[in-house]
């Protein structure tokens, strides 16, 4: 069997020789794998990075069997952010999560478009605050959405600040206040108040983080997550302007 389909590298591992495995999340045919010959030939290396945008052509026998990729380039984003660490560390936390998180084979088109759109918005001054409510959406696409419209005991809409950890619902202030130690804070950027910064991104990735662990992953996050949330915890302890 054959199809062609657009898709967003998302990681690769060495296979023989000169070959590679590249996994790719296809617009149409979701989260799959192929082998690709001469993938570490200086030609095709540079293409091959996370989040590069590729025109596949897949072959194989059956659908299970692993098969072939034949990739050409469209567009390489992590180029566009070598020179900003904290961006490409974004992409790459984003490419791992997609990676870890999905079955093989289930079409999630939504989540292909809104991929691509969070590439776009690395590139603006809210880049931060795009990534995290990216990682709301992915939980919301994946069926661990979170409740953050209005507070889960009162039924209000104002004043939101905290999130249950159990439930993922929000509450207000004075519902939450005497509970806030067993709580997460609700950024609030996130709650429909203000334009973020870095105490809010931060407050923003430990709770995306929690609620990837405890139900999209039931583990750990990915190492590039990891590594992201700590940069950006470090960063934010120095000081540092993170662009």
């Not at 194989?60 to 990739?71: D, N």
Request: glycine share 12%.
């Amino acid at each position: 069997m054959e199809w062609d389909d657009q898709g967003i590298l998302l990681a690769t591992r060495p296979h023989g020789e000169g070959a590679v495995v590249a996994t790719l999340l296809t617009r149409n045919h979701g989260r799959h794998s192929g082998l690709v010959a001469g993938g570490r030939s200086p030609r095709l290396r540079g293409a091959l990075e996370p989040g590069s945008l590729l025109a596949a052509r897949w072959r194989g026998r059956l659908a299970e069997h692993l098969g072939h990729f034949t990739l050409e380039p469209v567009k390489g984003y992590a180029a566009l952010f070598f020179d900003a660490a904290a961006r490409l560390a974004a992409l790459s936390s984003a490419c791992a999560l997609v990676d870890s998180a999905l079955a093989d084979h289930e079409p999630h088109p939504a989540l292909f478009d809104g991929l691509l759109a969070l590439f776009d918005l690395l590139d603006g001054p809210a880049w931060a605050e795009a990534y995290v409510r990216w990682e709301v959406g992915l939980l919301a696409e994946l069926g661990f959405g979170l409740d953050l419209d209005r507070c889960a005991v009162s039924g209000a809409n104002d004043y939101l600040a905290y999130v249950s950890p159990r439930t993922g619902r929000a509450v207000t202030a004075s519902v939450g206040e005497p509970y806030r130690d067993r709580l997460l804070p609700l950024p609030d950027f996130l709650a429909g108040r203000g334009g973020g910064g870095p105490a809010e991104v931060m407050s923003g990735l430990k709770l995306t983080g929690h609620f990837l662990q405890r139900g999209l992953l039931n583990g750990s996050l990915p190492p590039a997550r990891v590594r992201l949330q700590e940069r950006y915890a470090n960063a934010v302890a120095r000081g540092d302007q993170i662009g």
